[in-house]
T-cell receptor
Framework: KAGVTQTPRYLIKTRGQQVTLSCSPISGHRSVSWYQQTPGQGLQFLFE???????NKGNFPGRFSGRQFSNSRSEMNVSTLELGDSALYLC??????????????FGSGTRLTVV | SQQGEEDPQALSIQEGENATMNCSYK?????LQWYRQNSGRGLVHLILIRSNEREKHSGRLRVTLDTSKKSSSLLITASRAADTASYFC????????????FGPGTRLSVLP
């Protein structure tokens, strides 16, 4: 079966712009989590969605937002981009929320570069 | 504060040797997971060990968990060049308002 699909794969944006990233989870998975990965901060949790509701949110400014649709696909949006937002954004899906015994399945990520 | 931290930060070994990576965490957990990440790609789930388990095997991987020391180790036996990657441990971060908290990772290089 298809894995977690993240689009686009690469993105270059200018400071001040906004960007929307997309994540399609594995079919049947209802939980989607987003992570930001940078060399300096490592993997930082952004938010988690389950059944179209945000269940958990990390310590990021309000410029970072997300949503989940009825088909479990998720989008995250970053407004007023800053240079420090340059990162690999990873999406992970799982069947359920909480502590799935099978772990999370990650997409290949979207590499965002802000110039 | 960060829940999981791997040690060492980087490890370089020859093909065929064993590689051991350690993870320490601060608070009680329900389970601990190990993931692998090839350069610039997504993470791949390797193994999950529950708090009531002490050891778990999967192919060439062996994970141990010592809840009294709040630590876990990942052993890769008979390493191959294809094992070159970063390895992360992830612990239940719900007490921190997160789902899973990842450590900074161990960068493993397996030289042919």
């Amino acid at each position: 079966k298809a894995g977690v699909t993240q689009t686009p794969r690469y993105l270059i944006k200018t400071r001040g712009q906004q960007v929307t990233l997309s994540c399609s989870p594995i079919s049947g998975h209802r939980s989607v989590s987003w992570y930001q990965q940078t060399p300096g901060q490592g993997l930082q949790f952004l938010f988690e969605y389950f059944s179209e509701t945000q269940r958990n949110k990390g310590n990021f400014p309000g410029r970072f937002s997300g949503r989940q649709f009825s088909n479990s696909r998720s989008e995250m949006n970053v407004s007023t981009l800053e240079l420090g937002d340059s990162a690999l954004y990873l999406c992970a899906s799982s069947l359920s929320i909480g502590n799935p015994s099978h772990g999370y399945t990650f997409g290949s990520g979207t590499r965002l570069t802000v110039v | 504060s960060q829940q999981g931290e791997e040690d060492p930060q980087a490890l370089s070994i020859q093909e065929g040797e064993n590689a051991t990576m350690n993870c320490s965490y601060k608070t009680s957990i329900n389970n601990l997971q190990w993931y692998r990440q090839n350069s610039g790609r997504g993470l791949v789930h390797l193994i999950l060990i529950r708090s009531n388990e002490r050891e778990k095997h999967s192919g060439r991987l062996r994970v141990t968990l010592d809840t009294s020391k709040k630590s876990s180790s990942l052993l890769i036996t008979a390493s191959r060049a294809a094992d070159t990657a970063s390895y992360f441990c992830a612990t239940d971060g719900r007490n921190y308002g997160q789902n899973f908290v990842f450590g900074p990772g161990t960068r493993l290089s397996v030289l042919p």
